[in-house]
């Protein structure tokens, strides 16, 4: 019961940006947008979160619409050690049923091409 | 610093055996959870710790599924008479509070035969 959709696969030329698309329109007032992936054979790794303001740090942007129904991930200039999949999570940081676990679906597969 | 680690990476079990899955979290995370990822199912929430609190155990599959934590660091799962369909890799991640950043483990490959 996810409450987030993405499309099943993507595909990046190095060096480009990749741009990944999530909807989450039934997201409450208090769910936060998370973005984490996971590299073949890895457990999953936090990229960014945020709750309605664009976000940036070293690995990721995070642009969220003004109705905080969608948001999309930017990876700025895609290496081929970025191919993973990619999931898209709302989660909130305080009380309600999404609180503290991660719901994941079934995420993105972001594959970079030389 | 060291991550979360888990042991063991594999484990290989005849079906109707017990078999125990150990974490051990970042040192001074207070909160600890356990995930399964299986073919037919993706990753799945299973139980998760916070502190004294009682354990959030919504996701256990069965009865046959539990974990403990022991002084508030090292957790074991352990599942009970282990069918077939226990097979997937089984993830524990932990985070310095509830609401914070959750770190993986690098997960227990668990086969069923």
């Known amino acids: 019961d996810a409450k987030t959709t993405q499309p099943t696969s993507m595909d990046c030329a190095e060096g480009r940006a990749a741009n990944l698309p999530c909807n989450h329109s039934?997201?409450?007032?208090?769910?936060?947008v998370y973005w984490y992936r996971q590299i073949h054979s890895q457990g999953p790794q936090y990229i960014i979160h945020?709750?309605?303001n664009n976000e940036t740090n070293e690995m990721a942007s995070l642009i969220i619409t003004e109705d905080r129904k969608s948001s999309t991930l930017i990876l700025p200039h895609a290496t081929l050690r970025d191919t993973a999949v990619y999931y898209c999570?709302?989660?909130?940081?305080?009380?309600?049923?999404?609180?503290?676990?991660?719901?994941f679906g079934q995420g993105t597969i972001l594959t970079v091409h030389p | 610093g060291a991550g979360v680690s888990q042991s063991p990476s594999n484990k290989v079990t005849e079906k109707g055996k017990d078999v125990e899955l150990r974490c051990d979290p970042i040192?001074?995370?207070?909160?600890l959870y356990w995930y399964r990822q299986s073919l037919g199912q993706g990753l799945e929430f299973l139980i998760y710790?916070?502190?004294?609190?009682?354990?959030?155990k919504s996701g256990l599959p069965s009865d046959r599924f539990s974990a403990e934590r022991t002084g508030g660091s090292v957790s074991t799962l352990t599942i009970q008479r282990t069918q077939q369909e226990d097979s997937a890799v089984y993830l524990c991640?932990?985070?310095?509070?509830?609401?914070?950043?959750?770190?993986f483990g690098p997960g227990t490959r668990l086969t069923v035969l």
């Open positions: 991640a932990s985070s310095v509070a509830r609401d914070g950043e959750q770190f």
């Open positions: 039934t997201i409450s007032g208090n769910e936060y």
């Open positions: 945020g709750l309605k």
């Open positions: 999570i709302v989660r909130a940081n305080a009380g309600g049923t999404s609180y503290g676990k991660l719901t």
């Open positions: 040192s001074g995370h207070t909160a």
């Open positions: 710790f916070q502190g004294n609190s009682a354990p959030d």
